[in-house]
Every structure is written in C-alpha cells, then in structure tokens.
C-alpha cells in the first residue's frame, strides 16, 4: 500500500480560510475557504512540486505517495484568515527532528530556491496583470520574495546587506549561512526566535515556491514568441 500524503489543516479563528499544509514536504502548501476546498488545490499542485523532490533528489518517495491523510486540525490566527496563509505552529512544526530528518527538510527548501531561480531566468520580464500580486513585474516579486527571506533570517541572527542579494555570489553566501545558521539552532535545541525550526523551513519555501509559481502562472514568454 503507497505511503498517505500527510496532511495537516490550519483553521483560521473566523472561519473564513483553512490552509492545508503537507508538513513532510517543506512548501506544499495551499489555502481556501474550506478544508476540503484547500485540500483540493493542495491536490491539484502536487504535479507542480515534483520538480521540487526531483531536485532534492528523492522524487521517488514523492512519487510513491498515496491519498491525502489528515492527521490534524489546529487553530491559526486572524492573517490566516486574511491572506489564506499558514500562520500557526501545527503539533508536528515544534517536534523535535532528528539530523537526518533536519537534512531532508534543508534539502527541500534548497530545491525551492533552485526552482525559484530557474523560473526567474526564463520568465519574461514583464508578467500578465492580473488580480494575483497586484500589477507586479518578475524583478519585483524577485525583490520581493528575497527581502521577505531576508527579514526570516533575521530570526536566526543573520544580518545579509541588502546589496548581497543582488549578485549570484552573494545570494549563494546568504542562502549558505541560511542553512548554517539552522543546523546550529538544531544542535542546540533552539528555536528561531519565536518560531519553530521547521516552520521556519516550510515557511521559507512556501514563500519562495508560490511566487516562483506565481511567476510561471503570469510567464508571457510564449505571447512574445507568437508577437515576433
């Protein structure tokens, strides 16, 4: 019998989003107005994450995973409700991890960031307007997804100039002591200020993973191949 897709659902406190969260693979993610909608576009976005475990390298086991299995439902908080966001700690997120587990959870996120990274090199610059981000161009939701990323790190003692984003060499030093900085909170049993590691982590690669998909989704590259 295939292994569940585990999956944990966050409530928000009015009852207006439910973000479905599946914490074994750090940015799958998805909100809506019910559990069931949420677990639904959850559903349909696992096709788009196996790029993620197949950079990871364990796109096997991802494959290998059967039906949705909810195994918790817990309160979120008044941005859950508003953005449709996870925002909480699930019981899962303040579990103690081991180093393996830490490893793999590390080597997701990392996927994340190398997805990211080639969906903004083959992007057109300018994106289609829509509702989803507002009128936002790919440099801007760029910009946007890494200062965002830079104030997490901020949770981890980390301090990366402004400037250090802009240049590849920088970008790979800030993502390298990202890691570093989370293997040494893990050895000594700490927290990210108020946050759990390993929210810390999936939060880290929702975010990346829904603008790089974000990016993907507004992409004009093949209407300017047709124009030409």
Not at 88 to 111: G, I, K, P, V, Y
């Amino acid at each position: 019998m295939a292994e569940a897709l585990r999956v944990v659902l966050e409530m928000g406190p009015k009852g207006k989003r439910v973000v479905a969260v599946a914490p074994d693979w750090p940015g799958l993610e998805r909100g809506a107005k019910t559990g069931e909608a949420a677990i639904e576009r959850l559903k349909n976005y696992r096709p788009r994450y196996e790029q993620v475990a197949k950079l990871a390298g364990i796109e096997t086991d991802y494959a290998a995973l059967g039906a949705v299995d909810v195994i918790e439902r817990y309160p979120g908080t008044g941005s859950t409700d508003f953005w449709g966001i996870s925002f909480a700690f699930s019981r899962l997120d303040r579990q103690d991890l081991s180093t393996d587990a830490l490893e793999r959870e590390l080597a997701l996120m990392q996927a994340s960031w190398a997805f990211f990274d080639d969906v903004r090199s083959r992007v057109s610059a300018a994106l289609q307007k829509g509702p989803r981000g507002g009128g936002r161009d790919r440099d801007q939701i760029v910009q946007h997804t890494l200062v965002s990323e830079r104030d997490m790190a901020k949770k981890l003692g980390l301090a990366t100039p402004p400037d250090a984003l802009l240049t590849d060499e920088g970008l790979h030093a800030h993502r390298a002591a990202y890691c570093e900085a989370i293997r040494a909170y893990h050895a000594e049993g700490k927290p990210a200020r108020t946050w759990p590691l390993r929210y810390l982590i999936r939060h880290t690669a929702y975010h990346t993973l829904d603008h790089a998909w974000e990016m993907e989704d507004k992409d004009l590259t093949a209407s300017i191949r047709l124009r030409d």
